[in-house]
């Protein structure tokens, strides 16, 4: 057996004991870690989007906030694009959704912190399993720092797309402008030909 299938069936192992609803083994974190460097991100993936108990490994730590363990499988991952399908395998009750229905302020704030400003709105728009986005699951069971964190993340995600849409639309104004120019400057310096009549 390689170390990389020795390193997927020990993360398989490692997420079945933490996963177990009735006596959950909580993982040696150092271990984790060193498991998680030497897979790629489509083996964890692999891995971490399967339900234990009918959960992922995700929605169990979101729910438990267990934030240690959030924080290690999301750092691990190396782009937000693997972490957003980390975060969205079970699309009805995402992570998101769990942390903001029992109130696990920081584990909120760990999942949207790793994720593009694109990417937090996505997440915070999705409606859950009872119709209910992660706002309205923590303002309807009164969890108003996980509300107030949620609302803050919001309009700063939506700053920040709005300024990135705005640097784009300038950026293409601005290439727009060089192409006008160059095409001013090569009408202008063609030599005027006056025609000879003979």
């Not at 363990?69 to 399908?85: E, P, V």
Request: glycine share 4%.
């Amino acid at each position: 057996m390689s170390s990389t299938q020795s390193a997927e069936q020990l993360l398989q192992d490692m997420m079945t004991q933490y996963c177990k609803w009735a006596s959950p083994v909580y993982p040696d974190m150092k271990k984790l870690r060193e498991v998680l460097t030497l897979l790629s991100d489509e083996q964890k993936l692999h891995i971490l989007q399967q339900k234990y108990s009918g959960w992922t490994p995700l929605n169990h730590a979101a729910a438990s906030d267990g934030t240690e363990i959030i924080s290690t499988l999301l750092t691990y991952a190396q782009s937000s694009a693997y972490r957003l399908k980390l975060l969205m395998v079970d699309k009805d009750e995402t992570p998101l959704h769990l942390a903001a229905h029992f109130g696990h302020t920081e584990s909120v704030k760990m999942i949207l912190d790793c994720l593009t400003a694109d990417q937090q709105i996505q997440i915070m728009s999705l409606p859950g399993r009872d119709g209910e986005t992660a706002i309205q699951k923590a303002e309807r069971r009164r969890k108003t720092d996980t509300m107030r964190v949620l609302r803050e993340y919001q309009h700063r995600a939506v700053l920040m797309r709005e300024q990135e849409q705005r640097r784009r639309q300038q950026e293409q104004q601005r290439i727009n402008d060089e192409k006008t120019r160059q095409r001013l400057s090569g009408i202008n310096a063609q030599p005027n030909i006056v025609p000879v009549v003979i």
